[in-house]
């Protein structure tokens, strides 16, 4: 795990004075008995409040510090499509500095609700924006599976949240991806293909050969069907449109990843019963990755969770933020937490 960062979180609460991170809670004005939630800040004052994070606090259910704002956008086909972004409570027009975004694909059949109650209450403890959008496939809604359109509307996301809400600042130094199963998928791919976007991503139980992946469909109890949403998603089988299930493949970009500088954390479950063979999708993809560039910024977490369960709240899901330093503790992180 990279270097954790013992750091004292505050936000410079002004638009004109922006984010600020002090080198210690010494810093900040005094504080008071510990809130349940953070105060609306008064802008007039030009305070920083201080925060302190400590990494237990992130395994609490603590919904009260966020809220939910839905946007409507055009996707890359001229469909109306709906993101959900989930902000700290306080944060709107009074208060709004430029405030860290992570873009978080759903997985296959999944909703941009459905993802965002994926996020609880960390928003609060970046603080930052999550932004979970709708999607949209070149056929098929929710099975996106890496089509480029819906990839490239990923990367829009900053410019389509600013322009819908005028009070709504990024800061576009700090935009990360994160995503699980299908989700993971298009979180490498955007990292291949708007490397210039992200500051680094996480992908969590990712399909990362759609060729592999179309085969363990017919293998897979209950999933033979995904066989024919594959086809009239990805526009046939492997063997009559080989091209198009590579382009949708973060294998085929493994050069991309490994020398394009996007810091990446890749999670693989070895008891994945949905993806399966964890090992020869992102497992390989991690070595594919270190044997093009053994320098590359790309590490691997391996565990034995069900499919996806490491992308929640009370889960694995704050070791990855810590870990990408969305999130900074002002405490050493225990050697007992382990991935």
Same mark, same amino acid.
């Given at each position: 795990?990279?270097?954790?960062?013992?750091?004292? @979180?505050?936000?410079?609460?002004?638009?004109?004075?922006?984010?600020?991170?002090?080198?210690?809670?010494?810093?900040?004005?005094? @504080?008071?008995?510990?809130?349940?939630?953070?105060?609306?800040?008064?802008?007039?004052?030009?305070?920083?409040?201080?925060?302190?994070?400590?990494?237990?606090?992130?395994?609490?259910?603590?919904?009260?510090?966020?809220?939910?704002?839905?946007?409507?956008?055009?996707?890359?086909?001229? $469909?109306?499509?709906?993101?959900?972004?989930?902000?700290?409570?306080?944060?709107?027009?009074?208060?709004?500095?430029?405030?860290?975004?992570?873009?978080?694909?759903?997985?296959?059949?999944?909703?941009?609700?459905?993802?965002?109650?994926?996020?609880?209450?960390?928003?609060?403890?970046?603080?930052?924006?999550?932004?979970?959008? !709708? !999607?949209?496939?070149?056929?098929?809604?929710?099975?996106?599976?890496?089509?480029?359109?819906?990839?490239?509307?990923?990367?829009?996301?900053?410019?389509?949240?600013?322009?819908?809400?005028?009070?709504?600042?990024?800061?576009?130094?700090?935009?990360?991806?994160?995503?699980?199963?299908?989700?993971?998928?298009?979180?490498?791919?955007?990292?291949?293909?708007?490397?210039?976007?992200?500051?680094?991503?996480? $992908?969590?139980?990712?399909?990362?050969?759609?060729?592999?992946?179309?085969?363990?469909?017919?293998?897979?109890?209950?999933?033979?069907?995904?066989?024919?949403?594959?086809?009239?998603?990805?526009?046939?089988?492997?063997?009559?449109?080989?091209?198009?299930?590579?382009?949708?493949?973060?294998?085929?970009?493994?050069?991309?990843?490994?020398?394009?500088?996007?810091?990446?954390?890749?999670?693989?479950?070895?008891?994945?019963?949905?993806?399966?063979?964890?090992?020869?999708?992102?497992?390989?993809?991690?070595?594919?990755?270190?044997?093009?560039?053994?320098?590359?910024?790309?590490?691997?977490?391996? !565990?034995?969770?069900?499919?996806?369960?490491?992308?929640?709240?009370?889960?694995?899901?704050?070791?990855?933020? @810590?870990?990408?330093?969305?999130?900074?503790?002002?405490?050493?992180?225990?050697?007992?937490?382990?991935?």
């Amino acid at each position: 795990m990279r270097r954790l960062a013992i750091l004292a @979180v505050v936000l410079a609460l002004p638009v004109s004075v922006g984010m600020v991170r002090l080198q210690t809670a010494r810093s900040a004005p005094p @504080v008071g008995k510990a809130a349940t939630e953070l105060p609306k800040p008064d802008p007039a004052l030009r305070e920083l409040i201080g925060f302190r994070v400590r990494y237990r606090d992130l395994l609490k259910r603590r919904i009260a510090l966020v809220r939910q704002v839905r946007i409507g956008y055009t996707a890359w086909d001229g $469909a109306r499509r709906t993101a959900v972004l989930v902000l700290p409570k306080w944060y709107g027009p009074g208060a709004n500095p430029a405030i860290p975004l992570v873009i978080s694909p759903h997985g296959r059949g999944g909703t941009a609700q459905a993802n965002a109650r994926l996020w609880g209450g960390l928003p609060a403890f970046g603080p930052f924006a999550v932004v979970n959008p !709708g !999607g949209e496939g070149r056929r098929l809604v929710t099975y996106s599976w890496g089509w480029r359109g819906q990839i490239d509307d990923l990367a829009r996301m900053p410019s389509i949240l600013e322009a819908a809400l005028p009070w709504f600042r990024v800061d576009h130094k700090r935009i990360y991806a994160i995503g699980s199963s299908m989700g993971g998928q298009e979180t490498l791919l955007l990292a291949a293909l708007h490397p210039m976007l992200l500051t680094a991503a996480a $992908a969590m139980d990712s399909a990362t050969d759609m060729v592999a992946r179309y085969d363990a469909f017919a293998k897979t109890p209950g999933e033979a069907y995904l066989q024919r949403f594959a086809r009239i998603e990805i526009g046939g089988t492997p063997s009559s449109s080989p091209a198009a299930y590579a382009l949708r493949s973060p294998m085929h970009y493994v050069r991309r990843l490994a020398t394009n500088g996007v810091p990446l954390d890749i999670w693989w479950s070895r008891n994945d019963r949905i993806v399966t063979d964890q090992n020869q999708e992102s497992g390989r993809l991690y070595r594919a990755i270190k044997q093009v560039n053994p320098k590359a910024s790309v590490e691997q977490f391996v !565990g034995t969770w069900a499919h996806s369960h490491e992308m929640h709240p009370l889960a694995r899901l704050p070791l990855a933020l @810590v870990d990408l330093n969305i999130v900074e503790l002002d405490e050493p992180l225990s050697k007992a937490v382990k991935p």
